[in-house]
């Protein structure tokens, strides 16, 4: 081959140091005056180490893609503020509420009781013994 008569010893001995050096096969061919596939098929004759090449010198790590955990904000834990005021009378719009006539009807104070009804009563625990203590005369009118 032609090429082969173009390594001298002094050839092959640079051709080993900038093997040892790291520099790239294209580099080397370079500076030897030769071809990159020239450089590889000498380097291979010469058995040269295998040495990682400048682009594998410093492998990508594993990457770590654990992101990072949100931490919760303090504003997620701060008591969420009461827009309204507390209204003493509650809902009735919100599950049975006892419905005993507090006051007399047609009075503007008149209210039903609206506390939450004992379980099958119209009435709160508190009107619902009143209401049965007092008689029938009022629950059973139906
Ligand atoms: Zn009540």
Redesign the pocket.
């Known amino acids: 081959m032609a090429i082969d008569s173009a390594w001298t010893e002094a050839r092959i001995a640079a051709l080993g140091e900038f093997w040892r050096q790291g520099l790239s096969t294209a580099e080397i061919g370079r500076r030897l005056g030769v071809s990159k596939n020239a450089v590889v098929g000498k380097a291979h004759r010469l058995e040269l180490v295998a040495r990682p090449s400048p682009i594998k010198l410093r492998p990508a790590p594993a990457i770590a893609t654990a992101a990072p955990v949100p931490l919760p904000t303090p504003e997620l834990r701060r008591p969420v503020a009461t827009p309204t005021p507390v209204r003493l009378v509650r809902s009735q719009s919100k599950g049975p509420s006892?419905q005993?006539p507090d006051g007399h009807p047609g009075q503007p104070d008149f209210h039903?009781?609206?506390?939450p009804?004992a379980p099958g009563k119209p009435?709160?625990a508190?009107?619902?013994a009143r209401a049965y203590v007092s008689g029938k005369s009022r629950s059973d009118a139906a």
Do not use: L
């Open positions: 006892c005993w039903f009781c609206g506390e009804a009435y709160c508190a009107h619902a």
